[in-house]
């Protein structure tokens, strides 16, 4: 392959699986013919990783048997990446939060609303590959699949195919999350490929990693991160997650995994997502019957209304869970605070039964203020 990668091409990519940077040349592609399956780090049910010799008049790469191959893998951890990461400049957000603090459900409700949606904001939300985000889009079923109601609860697992990818290092295999990615693009033309992670929130917990702990190194090339917090998960047990406890954790393994010093305070924004809004805000004056759109030539985030609602979200807060305040003000400059819902509980019309219904409720702002953010230190807003 050529030693000068084409202009069109980023300058060095991140794998979002094992964080491995490499420039585009040394990308490795997956074999199709079946003659050629089995690798000896992805697995034996995975076509052969190669580094391409040959080529067809679109640039994609033809194996040792003729097939044209066009999906690519990352040459350390073999485990396949978009092809768009190659072309895009790359955004990477974690989304953390305490165990049944709604994440799922938040991320199933703002990918759908961004699907609908997103142009309201000025921009595009289209998945890179569509096969790659096959879990995101179980989580936009699991909401909003036939009939309204909620089909069945949301609940990231902490081990498991579908969540997870597996490889071979030597005699050890490392498991890791499945990034989720989407492409978004503004009116103004800039245009980025989103790279989200959603571990189990078990996996958070203090004294729950051991020695090797590939599930959440992902923390280590977070630009953003994104904390739920439900603010009616009250601690009231030995069973119920201290929430604070699992901020102070995750910020605590962004440091050691991005090699941040002990005393700094982190260099990366944080949105806490407040959930289960439909059952609190009204009563604290908080509105956010509106999505905070601003017009204009190109239309965008409201940053004024976000920081108006930000500010009386951090009182409330800073009131019922006074814990949460003093970890933040210990470890992070950077915060917002952006209430919202995935759903909402309400009396079926027909059965008259009460159930669970999604309402996607500013549940996109975090997702997006999180983008806006990393955008503005990157110098392209």
């Known amino acids: 392959m050529n030693t000068t990668a084409p202009s069109s091409l980023v300058g060095q990519v991140q794998c979002p699986s094992c964080s491995h940077t490499f420039r585009p040349e040394n990308i490795r ?14 697995g034996p049910l995975e076509g052969l990783r190669f580094r391409a010799s040959r080529f067809d008049l679109d640039g994609n790469a033809i194996d040792m048997d003729g097939r044209v191959c066009t999906r690519v893998a990352c040459p350390s ?3 396949e990446m978009p092809r768009a990461l190659l072309e895009s400049p790359t955004c990477f957000i974690s989304i953390v939060g305490a165990p049944g603090s709604g994440k799922s459900c938040l991320l199933g409700a703002a ?9 309201q904001y000025g921009c595009s939300w289209v998945d890179v590959e569509p096969r790659l985000n096959s879990l995101l889009h179980g989580y936009e079923s699991g909401l909003f699949g036939a009939g309204g109601a909620m089909r069945k609860p949301l609940k990231t697992e902490v081990s498991g195919g579908d969540w997870y990818n597996q490889i071979k290092v030597g005699t050890r295999v490392d498991i890791m999350p499945k990034p989720m990615f989407f ?23 203090p004294l729950v990693e051991n020695a090797e702990p590939p599930h959440t190194r ?15 998960m009250v601690h009231s047990s030995d069973n119920s997650p201290r929430q604070e406890l699992i901020l102070i954790e995750t910020v605590a393994r962004i440091r050691r995994f991005a090699g941040v010093g002990q005393n700094s305070k982190l260099g990366i924004p944080v949105i806490i997502a407040l959930t289960k809004a439909d059952l609190w805000a009204g009563k604290v004056g ?4 509106h999505p905070p759109v601003k017009p204009g030539k190109f ?11 930000s500010a009386a979200a951090h009182a409330f807060v800073g009131r019922l869970f006074p814990e949460l305040m003093q970890s933040l003000t210990a470890f992070v400059d950077n915060v917002h605070w952006v209430p919202c819902s995935a759903m909402k509980n ?14 996607a409720t500013w549940s996109e702002v975090p997702l997006l203020l999180a983008f806006d953010e990393i955008a503005r230190r990157q110098g392209r807003k």
């Open 29 to 42: 592609f997956i074999a199709e013919h079946v003659s050629l399956q089995g690798d000896r780090i992805a």
């Open 77 to 79: 951890c073999h485990i």
């Open 111 to 119: 990918s759908w609303s961004l699907r609908k949606s997103a142009g």
């Open 183 to 205: 492409r978004i693009a503004r009116q103004s033309g800039a245009s980025s490929v989103i790279v989200m992670y959603d571990n189990a929130g078990e996996h958070f917990l």
């Open 218 to 232: 992902h923390l280590g090339q977070a630009q953003a991160l994104l904390f739920v917090f439900d603010p009616t």
């Open 286 to 289: 908080i509105d956010i019957t």
């Open 299 to 309: 239309v965008d985030l409201d940053r004024t209304k976000i920081d108006e609602v």
């Open 346 to 359: 309400a009396i079926n019309s027909k059965s008259g039964v009460e159930e669970i219904q999604p309402l």
